[in-house]
């Protein structure tokens, strides 16, 4: 939603591709604003009442003047990118992710940026919770080369964890298992002109991802006890932080090559 609708902004992809890139991870998609002052800003309506389509929110996008998004993964501890607004930070912390779409107006009275949270609703239905914030400065810069760097130490971490936890030990067949986890993510859609390393860098966030999923359960017929587990989160914690940092520096990175490359033309 980030890349795509960043593009979508700055003439790099027309709305139906955005549009259709997003049945890559649901069949349907519905849109509804959170409260009632933001339903008439946006012209969008509120959860009491049927929800509109997607194309209806690039129009809101575009009427508010948005030039750009941001990738936001929030966790307990790490509440970057929520701007303090607690409707919308409640909502994001429960979904593990949001967007933001700038106005990049913040000269003007009314200017205001949008939150984005998806929620499954139904079995293929996706739904977007669209948030009124306060503009805010630019986002914080995770350089994509030191986030790429702290994932590569994250992978041998990772590695290295899994045997002093002794997880492969009662987990027979765990690289398999990890695999298959990885080759389950879609197959995303981009925008021509996305930078292949911010690619690069998605794809390793999903193989330490995939790491961290099998780690973080009993598997099939185990048992863990609260203090084993207890041991396994604080030990890949780190990583954790890890796949999230890249994932934001990857997406953002993307977000600014796009927007650069279509500035130039």
């Given at each position: 939603m980030v890349v795509w609708t960043s593009a979508w902004l700055h003439g790099a992809a027309a709305a139906d591709d955005v549009l259709d890139s997003l049945a890559s991870w649901a069949d349907a998609h519905e849109v509804t604003a959170h409260d009632v002052t933001t339903a008439d800003l946006l012209e969008l309506p509120t959860g009491a009442q049927p929800a509109a389509s997607p194309a209806l929110l690039?129009?809101?996008?575009?009427?508010?003047?948005?030039t750009g998004g941001e990738l936001v993964l929030p966790v307990a501890g790490d509440l970057r990118g929520l701007r303090g607004h607690a409707p919308f930070?409640?909502?994001?912390?429960?979904?593990?992710?949001?967007?933001?779409?700038?106005?990049?107006g913040e000269a003007r009275a009314d200017a205001c940026d949008l939150g984005l949270v998806p929620e499954r609703v139904a079995d293929g239905v996706l739904r977007w919770t669209v948030f009124q914030l306060p503009p805010a400065g630019p986002a914080e810069h995770i350089p994509l080369g030191e986030a790429e760097h702290e994932l590569s130490g994250a992978m041998r971490a990772a590695a290295t964890a899994l045997v002093e936890l002794d997880v492969a030990r009662h987990r027979p067949g765990v690289r398999e298992e990890i695999a298959a986890l990885v080759e389950s993510q879609p197959n995303l859609p981009w925008p021509p002109g996305i930078p292949s390393r911010a690619l690069r860098v998605l794809q390793r966030a999903n193989e330490v991802a995939a790491i961290l999923t099998v780690a973080t359960t009993a598997?099939?017929?185990?048992?863990?006890s609260a203090s084993a587990m207890r041991r396994r989160m604080d030990a890949l914690r780190p990583l954790d932080h890890a796949v999230r940092a890249a994932r934001m520096a990857a997406v953002n990175e993307a977000v600014r090559v796009l927007t650069d490359h279509a500035g130039k033309h």
């Open positions: 690039l129009a809101a996008a575009r009427r508010i003047g948005a930070a409640a909502a994001a912390l429960h979904a593990g992710e949001a967007a933001v779409l700038r106005s990049g598997g099939p017929g185990g048992a863990v």
